[in-house]
């Protein structure tokens, strides 16, 4: 029996169970219970301590490992929970000794110290038909609300090189869509001889991979998007037409107070920049719904700002205080505000997405299928197929109909 994995957060988490899988599974881990947890809000917090409890009671005498963000930025939180067996930090997870038995039950180092990411080489992801890339970790940046950077360290960028052998490498195995990652993507490059950027690296892969079909950014900060990258973005079919932004508010007195680097107006220029020259292209953002101070009138902008910019995919998070940063120390909205606040937006949500999935309707798009029925389109839009289909393989399909949250499909 091998060790189960519980991952829980970011992209990047789901690169580094894959990697933890490899280790434990060298290390001959089998009646065990890895737990990687993620940091971003006390819900995801609550979570993970929820599904370790679970985990004890399914298997009691499992060893329960703990990880990631949560366990970085707060080890005491889970060393005090009698259900747990080791605690290892961010950057220990990454290590295959770590996971050796006999080892101390809590190892966890500074994570501020490091200065750069190794790299890991995996073959896939367990049960998904994309494969994410560690191009980056960790971030420079603090936003007054983000916990992250404390659980992830400083910014450090893999080398484009190793990069792209990993891609190749994935492709040579039968991965039709690559999705680069990382904390903080779009400061890839700039602790690296030469500070390249994001946009040049998928110039390089695009250029030294061409059989990779499909190539797909995770969430970039606007304003760090360089002329390489726009240009990657708009010219070149096989970046897919999907960019997620971090965009967190609508306001700019909330954005000031959340030391974001952009503006409203920016928002707008960017995402009209980029309609523009590639008009099928589909926008998502992360939205904080209720950060402290907000008045109605606020929060209204971040609402509006859904339908000013045309977004499709919406990810609102209800604002979480998180200990340590400077928003927790700002004057606090009441909790029913907040979950009312967060309810509007996310209705907001779905009705954008709705009339973004309806106006496909007729088109011929090529399609991943993620599962035998289910499928992604270019822009991220889910699908239902009517027939199964090969997971992991590429469709072309016409759009017959709009559900709410997916489309329907059938073979070309």
Known sequence: MSAEILTFGCRLNAVESEIMRGHAAAAGLTDAVIVNTC??????????RQAIRKARRERPNADIIVTGCAVQTDPGLFAAMPEVTRLLGNAEKRNAESFA???APIVISDIMELRETASHLIDGLADRARTFVEVQNGCDHRCTFCIIPFG?????SVPAGIVIDQVKRLVDRGINEVVLTGVDLTAYGADLPGAPSLGSLVQRIVKLVPDLP?????????????RALIEAIVGEPRVMPHVHLSLQAGDDMILKRMKRRHTRADAHRLVERLRARRPEIAFGADLIAGFPTETDEMAENTREMVDALGLAFVHVFPFSPRPGTPAARMPQLEGRTIKARAKRLRETAEDALARHLTRQIGRT??????????ARAPDF???????????????????TDALPRSLIAEAA
């Open 101 to 103: 038995r006999g080892g």
């Open 381 to 399: 839009s889910p699908v239902t197929l009517t027939a199964p289909a090969a997971p992991g393989t590429l469709l072309a399909a016409r759009i």
């Open 214 to 226: 499909r190539l797909r950014l995770s969430s970039i900060d606007g304003a760090e998007a360089d």
């Open 365 to 374: 798009l090529t399609l991943l299928v993620e599962q035998e029925t289910s």
């Open 39 to 48: 940091a971003v809000t006390s819900e995801a917090v609550r979570q993970a």
């Open 152 to 156: 992830r360290g400083p910014s450090r």
